[in-house]
């Protein structure tokens, strides 16, 4: 279970169960990988560093260079590359809203989407209902309500540590997070957008006596935006695995200290 996978509205699918360790967060760290990875990442390193250094010395010697020259030098633009455009101005239920009507404001638009949606406000009904009646059209919203109360029934709920409401016991902290990577349009029209967002997936109980510690995954998001009601909202979407990365060797957090971040560090409003 991850941010996201809530959204296939048929049985709840059943949750890893860990058994608890001394911490179930922490302790072991993973095997260490082999020492041939260690000399590529150093050779990776030294070429970093020897690439930087031509970098900071480059044109030195010719101040006279022309303007068609720095232009051919600058980076290329990438999908998500920063533009320095505001997303939006407003927010409705918390959420941003008045996306531009532009590729780019539906890309920021399936972005804090999915932000929305794979939080912890879809595991209480009351929110979970004023997230959806805001990121959907109002027909998408109309089918879906009724779909998610049976899908956050109380014995999914109960899989996932928290009580009937969706409350995590005390002590314990329930996190579910979605982080977007990067966004891309598939499709786009005047009045609709396909567009797909990347992102790694944070879910779990932070707690001592968890069973099912916060955990990492890896989705592609996807969105069939409308423009409706002069703003850019969802018809239908669909998640699938990856890609993702090989993981690192970071010792994993003990229960504190993902509650402590979980508590210290927001989230962002997202724009390409």
């Keep these: 279970m991850t941010p996201g996978d809530e959204h296939d509205y048929g049985e709840p699918a059943g949750t890893r169960v ?3 360790e ?17 000399m590529v990442t150093v ?24 303007t068609t020259t720095a232009d051919a030098d600058k980076p290329k633009t990438s999908t998500t590359a920063a533009t320095g455009t505001k997303p939006v101005k407003s927010k409705t239920g918390g959420i941003p809203s008045g996306f531009a009507h532009t590729q ?27 997230l959806v009646d805001t990121v959907y059209t109002p027909d998408a919203a109309a089918k879906l309500q009724g779909a998610m109360d049976q899908a956050y029934s109380a014995d999914f709920l109960a899989k996932m540590g928290l009580d009937a409401d969706g409350n995590a016991p005390k002590g314990s902290t329930f996190v579910s997070r979605v982080v977007p990577v990067g966004t891309t349009v598939q499709a786009y029209s005047d009045t609709t957008a396909k567009v797909a967002v990347w ?8 707690g001592t006596d968890s069973t099912d510690p916060v955990t990492s995954s890896w989705k592609t998001w996807t969105f069939d935006l409308r423009w409706a009601g002069n703003d850019w909202k969802i018809d239908t ?8 990365p090989v993981p690192g060797d970071e010792q994993a ?6 509650s402590k971040a979980i508590e210290e560090y927001g989230g962002f409003t997202y724009a390409r």
């Design 237 to 244: 979407d669909t998640q699938k695995d990856g890609p993702a």
């Design 199 to 206: 992102y790694l997936g944070l879910i779990g109980m932070s």
């Design 18 to 20: 860990r058994l608890p």
């Design 104 to 130: 780019q404001g539906a890309q920021s638009a399936a972005a804090n989407f999915a932000v929305a949606l794979g939080s912890t406000g879809m595991f209480q009904k009351n929110s979970r209902h004023t």
């Design 43 to 66: 050779v990776g390193v030294v070429v970093l560093l020897i690439a930087a250094i031509a970098f900071a010395n480059r044109g030195g010697g010719d101040s006279g260079s022309s």
């Design 22 to 38: 001394a911490d179930p967060y922490g302790g072991a760290r993973r095997p260490a990988r082999s020492s041939s990875r260690s």
């Design 253 to 258: 957090a003990t229960s504190d200290e993902i």
